[in-house]
Nanobody, 122 residues
Framework: QLVESGGGSVQYGGSLRVSCAAS????????MGWFRQAPGKEREFVATINWNGGKTFYADSVKGRFTISRDNAKNTVYLEMNSLKPEDTAVYYCAAAKVRVATMVAANYEYWGQGTQVTVSS
């Protein structure tokens, strides 16, 4: 089970950190990812981190502004979002992969959270 928290509303240029707590599985063995879906748009990849936190990848649209990290002792993955823009407005989902390596492919993820809303106003 994956439970996101930390979403909310922020103004342009602001920051938010969303968290995802995992339970019921061997969190530390698998890669984790964040995806987002804006109204009327398809779900898109945001960021991914491998099993031990040593490798990360980002969508070009968030590179340099967002940081994914994980704390395996707490079974939690984080997404730090800075310099937020209105186009970052979406429901953000965390996901647990079936593999250890960081992956941008949604089909490689087995478990998904319920999502948390992030709204950025101009």
């Amino acid at each position: 089970q994956l439970v996101e928290s930390g979403g909310g509303s922020v103004q342009y240029g602001g920051s938010l950190r969303v968290s995802c707590a995992a339970s019921g599985g061997i969190f530390s063995r698998y890669a984790m990812g964040w995806f987002r879906q804006a109204p009327g748009k398809e779900r898109e990849f945001v960021a991914t981190i491998n099993w031990n936190g040593g490798k990360t990848f980002y969508a070009d649209s968030v590179k340099g502004r967002f940081t994914i990290s994980r704390d395996n002792a707490k079974n939690t993955v984080y997404l730090e979002m800075n310099s937020l823009k209105p186009e970052d407005t979406a429901v953000y989902y965390c996901a647990a992969a079936k593999v250890r390596v960081a992956t941008m492919v949604a089909a490689n993820y087995e478990y998904w959270g319920q999502g948390t809303q992030v709204t950025v106003s101009s």
